[in-house]
């Protein structure tokens, strides 16, 4: 009976001392979760089970317009795809694209999402340290972006008919302005045949068109079409038809840009949306748009963001890369043109002002 009792305190303690070590293993395992990996069987590190530790809240300003080619920041808005990366995101809107460089020069707005224009090379040319790190926009044949659009009664047919003309845009030397200087060249013109008008906002220059004061206006969409569908203009030419630039761009402020954590957890947010906008309104079946699975949702949240009529906006979809990559070569054929019209003061390089490497990251991070 004696051997029986020992015999089975044995086994008992020898039980506790496994059990014991288990729970130490088992205790370590837990820490190493913690800092983000775990080691597996075979020596090689493998990712938690548990969620990694949650970044610290970033509150933001996001300067843009009320153009539809915000669109993915709409939809990172409203999808929580802001959320997701512990973003508290503003959205402070502007009547005009230089008024949008001014705000992010000055730091009173984070993140710009404008147009490319001489006034925000010449900010940099001039010191400021603004850095563009992401596509918003390009020109791409099959998508409507911006516009040339007369009144519908003007007798203005072609391209070659503008000489002599009043042409309206936003500002000088803003993306619109590029964009028809660069088509009158492409037709035999230059930009010293017409007469430039500078409005000042959207809404001026369409009142001006509607009331017959200007021969043409340059817009972007849903207000190229907006003229159209309220029955007073009519689209000379769609710019994608003519040339292929990169129009607009995401940019951060001088300040904003040395925080490379928070810059690429925004555009990690930004690239979820721009997917998702690209498979909801920009895929294409046989060189045809077709509707994708969420082109409803998607029509509402830019219409709701955009204060225009879902009808409106279903024609108005312009492209925007899905993965959010810049054509570097056209900034710099768009610095040399201003430069050559006198439009920006000096050359300056690429280098010194687009960061790829932050996007390349969130790329990374979110999945090629």
């Not at 809107?93 to 993140?111: L, W």
């Not at 957890?265 to 294409?284: M, P």
Request: charged share 25%.
């Amino acid at each position: 009976m004696k051997k029986v009792s020992v015999s089975l305190l044995f086994v008992l303690v020898l039980l506790s001392t496994v059990l014991l070590g288990c729970a130490k293993n088992g205790a370590v395992k837990g820490n190493a979760s913690e800092s983000g990996t775990a080691k597996s069987q075979t020596g090689k590190a493998e990712s938690a089970n548990t969620a990694p530790p949650k970044s610290e809240t970033l509150s933001l300003s996001v300067g843009m317009l009320k153009y539809t080619t915000n669109a993915p920041l709409y939809i990172a808005m409203e999808k929580g795809f802001f959320k997701d990366e512990n973003i508290n995101a503003e959205f402070k809107f502007f009547d005009a694209s230089k008024d949008v460089n001014v705000g992010v020069a000055s730091g009173s707005v984070d993140v710009g999402a404008s147009g490319l224009s001489a006034d925000l090379y010449n900010m940099i040319a001039s010191g400021q340290r603004i850095v563009i790190v992401a596509n918003k926009g390009s020109e791409q044949k099959g998508y409507s972006y911006g516009g040339v659009v007369v009144h519908k009664d003007s007798t203005i047919r072609t391209v070659e008919d503008l000489k002599g003309k009043k042409i309206g845009v936003t500002s000088i030397g803003s993306t619109n302005h590029y964009n028809m200087g660069r088509i009158l060249e492409k037709h035999g013109l230059n930009t010293k045949d017409v007469q430039w008008v500078s409005m000042n906002s959207v809404s001026s220059l369409m009142e001006t068109l509607r009331s017959k004061n200007m021969d043409v206006v340059v817009l972007s969409e849903p207000t190229a079409s907006i003229t159209v569908n309220e029955g007073f203009g009519k689209v000379l030419t769609w710019v994608s038809d003519e040339i292929n630039p990169e129009s607009a761009a995401i940019f951060y402020s001088p300040k904003f840009a040395v925080n490379k954590e928070a810059g690429v957890r925004f555009l990690k947010a930004y690239i979820k949306g721009a997917r998702y906008y690209y498979d909801a309104v920009l895929t294409q079946k046989d060189g045809k748009l077709v509707k994708g699975e969420n082109f409803d949702e998607v029509t509402k949240i830019v219409a709701k963001y955009t204060d225009q009529q879902e009808d409106v906006i279903k024609g108005t979809f312009s492209f925007i890369a899905p993965d959010g990559k810049l054509n570097v070569d056209d900034i710099k054929a768009q610095i040399d043109w201003y430069v050559k019209e006198k439009f920006v003061t000096k050359v300056i390089d690429v280098n010194d002002f687009v960061n790829t490497g932050m996007l390349d990251e969130a790329l990374k991070l979110v999945g090629e």
